[in-house]
């Protein structure tokens, strides 16, 4: 990454906007805020500082006006860091979601609620505190506060999870294309989980890190493109985009261009009032922008 892109925007490897400019009220659903000075848990991944203000200055670059700001699981169930994130990017344009103990009392769900948080993530792919096991009890609790569950999950834990999933009272995301593994793609078990639960009415999906599952790779990932044209067309109403910022899967030599991963969403859904769904108005319904 050159000094000056650095200085544009960290950890993002162009330093020009989108060819496909964004509509007002655009929205990333997902990013992170990540810093050195508070320890990440055991076994998870940590990143280097990828601060506010280096979000925001991807932000401009992009011409988002609107964010979703996700707890890594690098730092459990300690809240704090992006809480004190949420301060600085303001409750009005940014919406978080937390990880929570399984028995969380009623009176911290209330404090996060009004902090801006209006979700809750279960990252299974990784060590915490969160199991499938507190799916069913915690998504009882969250359908109250008109919160949702945000999943990653493997194909496996997905398939094995299918009927408590369809039955949640609150509304579910699925991270990341849904993790559906290439190159089975469209055929995989995944897809069929992933479309049953869209069909179910309040499952959304996110547009985001193609480069997770991807074998054909950058700068197409046109496997990855594959999966979400065909979301796009059997579910535009619940397709949401994240940036994935600062991308912590990806080595820091080699972290994609969030303009590119934008332009590629467009692409891929190819008709712009989905594309004016999946940025704004799928956002608004889902976060309460």
């Not at 994935?244 to 303009?259: F, R």
């Amino acid at each position: 990454m050159a000094a000056s892109e650095a200085a544009l925007a960290p950890w993002s490897a162009g330093s020009g906007p989108p060819a496909t400019p964004v509509p007002p009220g655009a929205t990333d659903c997902h990013f992170h805020i990540y810093d050195a000075r508070v320890p990440s848990g055991p076994g998870t991944p940590h990143h280097p500082n990828a601060l506010e203000e280096d979000y925001l200055a991807l932000r401009r670059r992009l011409g988002l006006s609107r964010g979703v700001l996700v707890q890594p699981s690098a730092y459990g169930t300690d809240n704090a860091r992006h809480l004190r994130a949420m301060e600085v990017l303001g409750p009005d344009q940014y919406r978080m979601v937390a990880v929570v103990e399984p028995d969380v009392p009623e009176a911290a769900l209330r404090r996060l609620d009004a902090a801006g948080v209006r979700g809750v993530r279960f990252n299974l792919t990784m060590p915490g505190v969160l199991t499938a096991e507190a799916v069913e009890p915690l998504g009882r609790r969250l359908a109250t506060l008109g919160w949702h569950m945000q999943l990653n999950a493997s194909e496996a834990q997905l398939v094995a999870m299918e009927q408590t999933l369809a039955q949640l009272p609150c509304r579910l995301v699925l991270d990341h294309l849904g993790q559906v593994p290439h190159p089975a793609g469209l055929e995989s078990a995944a897809f069929g989980v992933i479309r049953r639960l869209l069909d179910r009415g309040s499952t959304w999906i996110k547009i985001s890190g193609p480069y997770i599952r991807s074998r054909t790779g950058p700068p197409s990932y046109d496997d990855a493109g594959r999966v979400a044209a065909a979301l796009a067309r059997a579910a535009p109403k619940r397709l949401l985009w994240g940036s994935d910022w600062p991308h912590p899967t990806q080595p820091p030599d080699h972290k994609p261009d969030d303009a590119d991963l934008l332009d590629l969403g467009a692409a891929w859904v190819a008709f712009p009032p989905i594309w004016q769904q999946m940025l704004v108005d799928n956002p608004a319904e889902l976060y309460g922008f």
